[in-house]
């Protein structure tokens, strides 16, 4: 189940609003608009589309709004449900054999899961369930990869255009310099661009980049599971075997947690 990532939106804005503390509580209200530049931002921003346009396809680009949302959304897993599920399928492809779950399966939320104890109750060989549910795999990591890849270079061209922009600035700055008195002011607003950049990359594109991989690591090895899982039920392996053979992926804490909830009747009500 999908639901809001709070810890991507307040991180950004904390992320912000220290910036701005730390600029306040140094120069002040009035002094904060001094941080704030129209030809900075349109040098940053502009180049940082014109390098994107050039990189990727209009189809591919597309696909970043909907890429940086995925960042301020979480899919909950719950090992233990899905160790329980199939438990209990394996416990009924032993009583009524592997046919009996094709009507079972249907009320399996998870696409993946349903896919391959399907493919099990057909009659397709293990290995071939294993080469196509890891064929899927791969495409998933495929895919998330070329989608992870927007937030990444854009990650790279904003500092990069932040450093043109304050190389801009410097070359106007040198052709002044018959006006000391305005060197500090315009050398200020040179390095602008260079802080628009790194803001942009290190608080905004490459973290998202980052929370992007950790979520594609987290649902691989959660379909690796399934597999397992798939593969026991064929198998015709026993309940409490698979069981045992599942919670292997568990943490040491996650572990503990299945026991008592084992031991207490409440994985048995949820199923």
Same mark, same amino acid.
Do not use: C
């Given at each position: 189940?999908?639901?809001?990532?709070?810890?991507?939106?307040?991180?950004?804005?904390?992320?912000?609003?220290?910036?701005?503390?730390?600029?306040?509580?140094?120069?002040?209200?009035?002094?904060?608009?001094?941080?704030?530049?129209?030809?900075?931002?349109?040098?940053?921003?502009?180049?940082?589309?014109?390098?994107?346009?050039?990189?990727?396809?209009?189809?591919?680009?597309?696909?970043?709004?909907?890429?940086?949302?995925?960042?301020?959304?979480?899919?909950?897993?719950?090992?233990?449900?899905?160790?329980?599920?199939?438990?209990?399928?394996?416990?009924?492809?032993?009583?009524?054999?592997?046919?009996?779950?094709? @009507? *079972?399966?249907? #009320?399996? &939320?998870?696409?993946?899961?349903?896919?391959?104890? $399907? %493919?099990?109750?057909? +009659?397709?060989?293990?290995?071939?369930?294993?080469?196509?549910?890891? @064929? *899927?795999?791969? #495409?998933? &990591?495929?895919?998330?990869?070329?989608?992870?890849? $927007? %937030?990444?270079?854009? +990650?790279?061209?904003?500092?990069?255009?932040?450093?043109?922009?304050?190389?801009?600035?410097?070359?106007?700055?040198?052709?002044?310099?018959?006006?000391?008195?305005? %060197?500090?002011?315009?050398?200020?607003?040179?390095?602008?661009?260079?802080?628009?950049?790194?803001?942009?990359?290190?608080?905004?594109?490459?973290?998202?980049?980052?929370?992007?991989?950790?979520?594609?690591?987290?649902?691989?090895?959660?379909?690796?599971?399934?597999?397992?899982?798939?593969?026991?039920?064929?198998?015709?392996?026993?309940?409490?075997?698979?069981?045992?053979?599942?919670?292997?992926?568990?943490?040491?804490?996650?572990?503990?947690?299945?026991?008592?909830?084992?031991?207490?009747?409440?994985?048995?009500?949820?199923?």
């Amino acid at each position: 189940m999908k639901k809001l990532d709070v810890l991507t939106p307040i991180g950004v804005v904390v992320g912000f609003l220290f910036v701005a503390f730390a600029i306040i509580s140094n120069a002040g209200v009035t002094g904060f608009s001094s941080f704030i530049d129209l030809p900075s931002m349109l040098v940053v921003i502009g180049g940082l589309i014109a390098a994107m346009l050039v990189s990727f396809s209009i189809r591919e680009l597309k696909q970043l709004g909907k890429v940086m949302r995925e960042s301020f959304r979480d899919v909950e897993y719950d090992l233990h449900d899905l160790i329980r599920t199939f438990v209990t399928l394996s416990e009924k492809a032993r009583r009524e054999g592997l046919l009996s779950l094709e @009507a *079972e399966v249907e #009320a399996v &939320e998870d696409p993946f899961i349903r896919k391959g104890v $399907l %493919l099990a109750v057909d +009659g397709v060989e293990q290995d071939v369930i294993v080469d196509i549910m890891n @064929a *899927e795999i791969i #495409a998933l &990591e495929e895919r998330h990869r070329k989608n992870k890849s $927007l %937030l990444d270079k854009a +990650g790279e061209y904003a500092p990069a255009w932040g450093m043109i922009g304050t190389l801009i600035g410097l070359v106007l700055m040198l052709k002044n310099l018959n006006d000391p008195s305005s %060197l500090g002011p315009n050398m200020a607003i040179a390095l602008l661009t260079t802080l628009y950049g790194s803001l942009l990359a290190n608080l905004v594109f490459l973290p998202m980049a980052s929370k992007l991989a950790m979520k594609t690591e987290k649902e691989v090895f959660m379909k690796q599971i399934v597999i397992e899982g798939v593969i026991g039920v064929q198998s015709g392996q026993n309940p409490k075997i698979l069981e045992e053979k599942l919670s292997v992926f568990l943490s040491q804490e996650e572990l503990q947690l299945y026991s008592l909830k084992r031991n207490e009747g409440t994985l048995e009500d949820e199923a």
